[in-house]
């Protein structure tokens, strides 16, 4: 009997560390005053800085552009800051959309001088540790039909894109 009792024990504080690590945690650490991330989560602190779920806000890593005569395709790495994602078409949409939006936190896009791109590829790793590893989760691609080229951008004609989802 009590072997049963802390075996549910020991699941449920793994359940509830889990859920901490998935939709973040609101605790501040009191060693480091102000602090942007929680040392141990990496889990944004700042209401401002999640989204109004309280999910952990996704981050930008790094971003290539490859340039052709009549436009260009973006290349973006992310780190999403959560265990797993259930859905990742409504992800993929939310960071698109952050993406058009300049709204990604860690990195800021250029588009005033070639405008939007007119095609975007982004590489989703789950934590820093994956990123690091080159374990990626998942990829999306938003790419227009071939016969189009590189007539169309990703902000002003959403209708003629199609999305992608590439499982690693």
């Keep these: 009997m009590k072997k049963k009792w802390i075996t549910l024990f020991i699941i449920s504080v793994t359940i509830g560390i889990l859920a901490c690590l998935q939709w973040g945690s609101k605790i501040m650490d009191t060693l480091t005053p102000n602090p942007h991330f929680a040392p141990l989560t990496q889990h944004p602190i700042n209401k401002s800085e999640t989204t109004e779920d309280n999910i ?3 981050e930008g890593y790094s971003s290539t552009i490859e340039s052709f005569r009549n436009g260009y395709v973006q290349d973006v790495s992310i780190l999403s800051h959560r265990i797993f994602i259930p859905d990742k078409e409504e992800f993929a949409r939310e960071v698109i ?3 058009i939006d300049n709204s990604l936190k860690g990195i800021l896009f250029s588009y005033d001088i070639n405008g939007y791109p007119n095609e975007l590829h982004i590489t989703v790793y789950l934590n820093e540790a994956a990123h690091r590893s080159g374990n990626s989760s998942f990829k999306i691609s938003y790419t227009q039909d071939i016969q189009n080229g590189f007539r169309y951008n990703i902000k002003d004609d959403l209708e ?4 992608e989802i ?3």
């Design 97 to 99: 959309q952050m993406i």
């Design 166 to 168: 590439f499982e690693e």
């Design 160 to 163: 003629k894109f199609r999305l």
């Design 56 to 58: 952990p806000l996704i």
